[in-house]
């Protein structure tokens, strides 16, 4: 005989010389009578708990074993959304959320001590999806961006962070971009400068080439 059972819910099992028909068996699950092994497929976290396998061998002795599965899901990358993280006056708030994971988590902020620690935490919210029993999790968190410096932050959920840069100058890329232009157009004035040097060089020199040439003419020198 062999069976297994979740508290008092049959799984499946077999009793040789019996008839099993009549016990109701989980749909995932398959007995190898070859080997006397239960098998459950197609897992989900409403199978985590603890398993009873009963087994009684020819010669009439038994055994119990109980059995404890736990199931776990990893959380997604969080997602961040930074608003008025620039070096304006008033509060970074950067919301972070993540979905699909278990057990039940909380985001943590700057876990790994980077710059630009929350200055206060607005709020956490988690909930749990009925179906799947998965959890998603969220929370928003305060900066300081009044000095101006850029800092980096990051939230983590479960193992899993994103790493963030806020209190950036909302005109860099603009400068950065004007700054590259003035380059260029340098550059190309440059070029300009030393083609009209050069060609008026090689005007000198076919100029007293030619006055040289001249006067030697006259002269009689040649």
Wanted: proline share 3%; charged share 15%; hydrophobic share 35%.
């Amino acid at each position: 005989m062999l069976y297994l059972q979740k508290a008092n819910v049959y799984v499946n099992g077999y009793y040789k010389g019996k008839n099993m028909s009549n016990f109701s068996t989980w749909p995932n699950s398959r007995v190898d009578h070859n080997q006397s092994v239960i098998y459950i497929s197609k897992l989900n976290i409403s199978h985590s708990g603890v398993y009873t396998c009963y087994i009684k061998f020819n010669d009439g002795s038994s055994e119990e074993k109980h059995i404890e599965l736990i199931m776990t899901a990893n959380y997604s990358k969080p997602s961040v959304h930074p608003k008025n993280c620039t070096d304006q006056k008033g509060p970074c708030l950067v919301l972070c959320s993540s979905h699909g994971g278990y057990p039940k988590n909380e985001i943590i902020w700057n876990e790994t001590a980077l710059e630009g620690r929350p200055s206060a935490m607005m709020w956490r919210n988690v909930t749990e999806d009925k179906n799947t029993l998965l959890f998603n999790v969220s929370s928003m968190a305060s900066f300081d961006c009044s000095t101006g410096q850029q800092q980096n932050i990051s939230c983590s959920v479960g193992g899993v962070s994103t790493v963030l840069s806020i209190c950036q100058h909302e005109n860099a890329p603009e400068n950065q971009k004007t700054v590259k232009i003035i380059a260029v157009v340098v550059a190309i004035m440059l070029i300009i400068i030393l083609l009209v040097l050069c060609k008026f060089k090689n005007n000198i020199k076919q100029f007293f080439r030619e006055r040289c040439g001249t006067n030697a003419e006259n002269n009689g020198m040649i």
